[in-house]
């Protein structure tokens, strides 16, 4: 059974970091590529990070690129994990932040970017 966990969300202040992590289960990890998504309040849900399995290359939504990094480890172990470091934080990054395999959606952690 797929599992996928959201952590690391929070309140920042702008100009500030957060590192997010996606703990999955249940999939060949190194197999299937991985992706970040997030979904303001009254917007639809935006695509903004993925990465490739079994290469690890990344790809970013202009809106994020050069200041997310998103990252995976190795992949040998029961639980993996995927990151999601976010750098140079803006008011407008607030949103709930969904890691995705597939079909497969975790429940979400909340971004909140506010002085």
């Known amino acids: 059974q797929v599992q996928l966990v959201e952590s690391g969300g929070g309140l920042v202040q702008p100009g500030g970091s957060l590192r997010l992590s996606c703990a999955a289960s249940?999939?060949?990890?190194?197999?299937?590529?991985m992706t970040w998504y997030r979904q303001a309040p009254g917007k639809q849900r935006e695509w903004i990070a993925t990465?490739?399995?079994?290469?690890?290359?990344?790809?970013?939504?202009d809106s994020v690129k050069g200041r997310f990094t998103i990252s995976r480890d190795n992949g040998k172990n029961t639980v993996n994990t995927v990151y999601l470091q976010m750098n140079s934080l803006k008011p407008e990054d607030t949103a709930v932040y969904y890691c995705?395999?597939?079909?497969?959606w975790g429940q979400g952690t909340q971004v909140t970017v506010s002085s």
């Open positions: 995705n395999f597939q079909q497969y």
């Open positions: 249940g999939f060949t990890f190194n197999r299937g590529g």
């Open positions: 990465i490739t399995a079994p290469g690890g290359g990344t790809y970013y939504a």
